[in-house]
């Protein structure tokens, strides 16, 4: 009976509000619900267009083969790869739905924040990084009628603030018939003792991948870098990296520097940092997994090894990170008539290749 008389005693204004209020929650629960319709029909949208394009990249691909077939050496470059029996992408744990292997990298997001690689980056971000915080590295430089960038590379190196007792540098000459050798020669009696060790390697020119290959080999450090000679390093890139690397979890196989002024337009989540695959135009190994996941595929010439190695690295339960603090500039000139032809050719043709 007190209830009774409680509940009867209800001013009518507050029974007012509270039908106000839950008619103003039901409008919003419509719009709502309404609204999860509507991305509902977006992702069904976007899931049909990319059903929609793997079908059109399937025939493109297959018609750029056909192409190359028919081109003077077309025939051997696809017969040189017609017996290579290519893993597909479902083999490397690679979504072929995007949104959902952009939503695998952030699944780390919670775990990522405040964790030893965070605090480390931070660090390493402000360059509190001590010197006995640096390991031993060693950097790999495959080298093709590179005359034109050896001064500016070796500059650059010997302006970085890493300690160059810690540095060991491996050159590898692929055959060059301009005067690389000679440069690279002289500055080695130059420079070469200031450093841990310095190597010139002189092979045929085998590709890129199997360039570097051939020195990572000779080193005896965890930490490789994997660079371009076409690039200036920031002074800082080295000590960056590096903190990054050692301050990182295990499964950690490699770190890509930011290059400039020209980025890869590729995912890479803002938390996490992580990626699907890394550019090697500047990139630090972790040796044991490079070794692990079998190092470059040393079928694929020029172009499209990074792409292929990154995701061997994935498949053998490495993750692959970025490293936005540790930035080069890299003379890519977009617009050279002569190198742009060769870019292109080569990427179409990786991709082609990765695709079979």
């Known amino acids: 009976m007190k209830n009774e008389r409680q509940i009867a005693a209800i001013p009518a204004h507050v029974e007012y509000e509270a039908k106000e209020r839950q008619l103003q929650l039901e409008v919003e629960l419509e719009k709502q619900a309404n609204r999860i319709q509507a991305l509902e029909t977006q992702v069904d949208a976007l899931r049909a267009q990319i059903a929609l394009d793997r079908r059109g990249y399937k025939r493109f691909t297959q018609a750029v083969r056909h192409a190359l077939d028919r081109l003077p050496g ?130 045929k020119n085998d590709g890129y991948g199997a360039g570097n290959d051939s020195a990572i080999a000779l080193c005896k450090t965890e930490f490789v870098l994997v660079t371009n000679v076409d690039v200036d390093f920031d002074p800082d890139l080295l000590r960056r990296i590096v903190a990054a690397a050692v301050s990182d979890s295990a499964d950690v196989g490699c770190w890509e520097a930011m290059q400039t002024p020209y980025q890869h337009p590729k995912y890479h989540d803002p938390v996490t940092l992580l990626t699907n695959w890394c550019s090697h135009a500047c990139v630090l190994f972790r040796k044991s997994a490079y070794i692990s996941a079998g190092g470059y595929e040393k079928r694929l010439f020029m172009y499209g090894e990074d792409v292929e190695l990154s995701y061997r690295l994935r498949a053998a339960g490495w993750r692959l990170r970025y490293v936005p603090f540790a930035r080069l500039v890299h003379h890519n000139d977009i617009s050279d008539q002569k190198l742009r032809p060769l870019q292109l050719s080569g990427s179409l043709a990786a991709n082609v290749l990765l695709s079979v």
């Open 74 to 203: 077309g025939s051997r470059l696809i017969g040189l790869y017609s017996a290579w029996k290519a893993p597909s992408l479902s083999d490397f744990a690679v979504s072929a739905d995007v949104p959902e292997a952009i939503a695998n990298l952030a699944a780390d997001r919670t775990a990522t924040l405040f964790s030893d690689w965070h605090v480390g980056s931070v660090r390493a971000a402000k360059q509190v990084a001590d010197d006995g915080e640096l390991v031993d590295i060693s950097i790999s430089v495959v080298l093709y009628n590179s005359s034109q960038w050896i001064e500016s590379f070796t500059s650059s190196l010997l302006r970085s603030n890493y300690p160059q007792d810690k540095i060991s540098v491996v050159f590898v000459d692929n055959g060059s018939t301009d005067d690389t050798v000679d440069k690279v020669t002289s500055w080695i009696q130059n420079f070469g003792t200031d450093f841990s060790g310095v190597t010139l390697l002189r092979r």
